[in-house]
């Protein structure tokens, strides 16, 4: 992100045009350049249509492969961008490239949900976008219109997208009234907790130039509204201490000495802080919302989930959130994949075109349409 807006505008032309344009927040600011950039109409090619639509209100991208011969029906995926519940957007040439990509190699439709951003809206309405969005497509005639298969649809998502997927998928499978439930999931990198910002992974790429831990803690602050004087003390786990009780049992359900392996917990120590800052928990107490924070879910909600893919990457703050994730999920007898890449990046599945054709980007797009492929 930091090298599209070097890229861009600089000092006082960017000043005079974000007054101009009236994007006082910063966030605002990045999100137009990055946009700006970066956007692209909706196309359609030989074998994939493309079109904007919105599903009960919320804007979505929809993706529609070909059918596969005798296969009257298709597999449908609904896929949720990254970007810090702030930044990007369906229509960005990245998240654009990527569903196509999807919707050609496995035949399906894929849904790319235009959720809200922030600072326009705070937690939860993106959860309430992608819920209300797909449990409008969740509706037979929708499907019908749209020639899916009901048994044959799965959620999707990247680091802040991947949260709401898994928050998603949790909603989904408590839900009673739906009749249509989800076959997978898969969730690329997410963001999956904001208790403990000393995780081994967050340990050792606390400086990484693409995701620091300040600057993760900085997107959950914004995500819940919260007061950018408690960023330093939650990144030394002030906000989630011993003498904040909310906290205490639910850390216990990401204890990583115990969930995460010794080749990932080396020589780390947790970081637990006998007295810290109870005024954080209580003034963003949605820090401990399962909703925000899916890893910390119950045991009963996660029991019900449909089989899942985690992929992770080495050099990734989020490294461990994912693989707790997984193993929570194993424990509650959901069928878990986790894929596991040593030298991938946060963010690295989207750069898979010139000029920022990885071949790291290119092998974990690869490997995630294969596991859609024999899954869905």
């Not at 899916?148 to 997927?165: E, K």
């Amino acid at each position: 992100m930091q090298s599209l807006m070097s890229s861009g505008f600089k000092g006082e032309e960017t000043s005079n045009l974000i007054h101009y344009l009236g994007l006082s927040h910063r966030l605002l600011a990045l999100n137009f350049i990055i946009v700006s950039l970066s956007k692209k109409s909706a196309w359609s090619s030989a074998q994939v249509k493309v079109t904007d639509t919105d599903f009960d209100g919320v804007e979505v991208r929809v993706f529609e492969g070909s059918p596969k011969p005798g296969e009257p029906l298709k597999r449908s995926v609904v896929y949720i961008h990254g970007g810090g519940w702030a930044l990007a957007s369906a229509k960005i040439r990245y998240y654009d490239e990527l569903c196509a990509a999807v919707a050609e190699e496995l035949n399906a439709v894929v849904v790319s949900i235009e959720y809200r951003l922030v600072p326009k809206v705070y937690f939860p309405a993106q959860i309430n976008d992608v819920v209300r969005a797909t449990k409008y497509f969740l509706q037979p005639e929708v499907l019908h219109k749209y020639s899916v298969d009901p048994d044959r649809i799965g959620i999707s998502g990247d680091s802040a997208g991947g949260n709401l997927a898994a928050a998603l998928g949790q909603q989904i499978s408590q839900d009673a009234n739906l009749k249509n439930k989800l076959k997978v999931q898969a969730l690329i990198y997410p963001v999956l907790q904001a208790l403990d910002f000393n995780t081994p992974s967050y340990q050792q790429n606390v400086n990484s130039p693409i995701l620091p831990r300040y600057v993760m803690v900085k997107y959950w602050v914004d995500y819940l509204k919260g007061n950018y004087d408690f960023v330093e003390a939650m990144t030394v786990n002030n906000h989630t201490s011993l003498d904040v009780e909310e906290a205490v049992a639910l850390r216990a359900r990401l204890n990583w000495t115990a969930l995460l392996p010794p080749s990932v917990t080396k020589n780390y120590k947790p970081v637990v802080q006998t007295a810290g800052n109870a005024r954080i928990i209580q003034e963003i107490p949605e820090l401990l919302d399962a909703r925000s924070a899916p890893l910390i879910a119950d045991q009963e909600v996660l029991q019900q989930l449909p089989k899942t893919y985690i992929l992770t990457c080495e050099h990734d703050v989020l490294r461990d959130d994912g693989l707790m994730y997984a193993k929570r999920l194993e424990s509650a007898g959901v069928e878990v994949t986790l894929d596991h890449f040593e030298d991938g990046f946060h963010g690295c599945m989207i750069f898979t075109s010139w000029p920022t054709n990885f071949s790291v980007g290119i092998r974990t797009r690869n490997s995630y349409i294969k596991w859609l492929d024999q899954n869905l």
